[in-house]
Nanobody, 127 residues
Framework: VQLQASGGGLVQAGDSLRLSCAGS????????MAWFRQAPGKEREFVAA????????IYLDSVKGRFTISRDNAKNTAYLQMNSLKPEDTAVYYC?????????????????????WGQGTLVTVSS
């Protein structure tokens, strides 16, 4: 299984970006997929996750209403639409897949519970 993240870039505060995570190697019909981010000098942080089968989602509180995670079954690709970006959203964004359904508790928010990771894509938001 391989995950390929793309779509990062340099934008101004208030702008939008859409990140993509293309999966290969097998279908993800029974997985959940997530986006994490890591800012310089900080620990990796959960951003959002989606259950591939049901489409259920969970988010970090600070991105609710601004970010939307989605998936395209036919393309085996997950997306993170990021609107109203803020300088504090600046980080390397990683996609990850977990061979398990989405849990609304803490399990799906923990990086160590994910089996596969993409290489990361840098998002820089200037003020």
């Amino acid at each position: 299984v391989q995950l390929q993240a793309s779509g990062g870039g340099l934008v101004q505060a208030g702008d939008s970006l859409r990140l993509s995570c293309a999966g290969s190697g097998r279908a993800f019909s029974r997985d959940s997929m997530a986006w994490f981010r890591q800012a310089p000098g900080k620990e990796r942080e959960f951003v959002a996750a989606i259950d591939w089968s049901t489409g259920n989602t969970i988010y970090l509180d600070s991105v609710k209403g601004r970010f939307t995670i989605s998936r395209d079954n036919a393309k085996n690709t997950a997306y993170l639409q990021m609107n109203s970006l803020k300088p504090e959203d600046t980080a390397v964004y990683y996609c990850a897949a977990r061979t398990a359904a989405l849990y609304f508790g803490g399990t799906s928010r923990v990086a160590q519970n994910y089996d596969y990771w993409g290489q990361g894509t840098l998002v820089t938001v200037s003020s």
